[in-house]
């Protein structure tokens, strides 16, 4: 008899073992999926990413001739779930700090940074100290590297006729990169932001169809923000 309770003890046990883990992975679900439906709601940039946003060199480069930018105008068109796939080992050549380090967007806590340049833009510095740079692919890729990790992950690629300009961390898990963006009926472009929360993997996009906006952001980076280097 005693053999029996026993074995009833341990199957009811099993049972709810299996019923907790069923719970969990329901749970795991349904976290992802609210953290999307959050993001969803929200369809303007907040009041924390605005202020960001306009301590951003473009914002500032670009409140100077335009003081009524007013970046609540920007809204989502599109939010994802990035799995972040694209990874390599990180193995900077031997000048890659000397050459690009003043234009690198690091997070607060320093554990990581924002490669705006690397693939774009071929910079090296001569014999003079001078930084010259020679235009790369058509196309613009953004990377994030981890430093504690070494390793560099690609955020964005973009085809030829968009462009990043310019990015600011959020925290030390979220970040915004600023630039232009083809519309999807590619008859034209739009200044876009994209905001990535590296925690839960979600991206948003917000666009706006401005055309002063947009004049200012083309060019932005070798105008204003790479404006040491002599691009050739």
Known sequence: ????????????MALSACNNKGDQQADKTISVEDSLIADKQNDSLSAKNLALINETGFSKFAQRSTPQLNWSKFKVTKFWQEDFQNKTAFLPENN???????????????????????????????????????????ETAVSLVDLGKKEKMQLIF???????????????????????????????????????????KNVKLYE????????????????????NVIIR
């Open 158 to 200: 973009l085809g030829p006729g968009n462009s990043i300009e310019d990015a600011a961390w959020i925290d030390n898990n979220s970040l915004v990169l600023i630039g232009y963006l083809e519309n999807d009926a590619a008859t034209g472009t739009n200044a876009a932001i994209w905001q990535y929360n590296l925690s839960t």
């Open 208 to 227: 706006l169809s401005d055309e002063e906006v947009l004049k200012k952001l083309r060019n932005y980076s070798q105008r204003v923000r790479l404006k």
């Open 96 to 138: 890659y700090y000397e050459s690009y380090g003043q234009f690198l967007k690091y997070s607060p806590d320093s554990s990581k940074f924002i490669d705006l340049d690397s693939y774009n833009i071929a910079i090296k510095k001569n014999k003079s100290g001078v930084l010259t740079g020679d235009s790369q692919e058509p």
């Open 1 to 12: 008899m005693k053999k029996i309770f026993l074995f009833s003890v341990g199957i009811v």
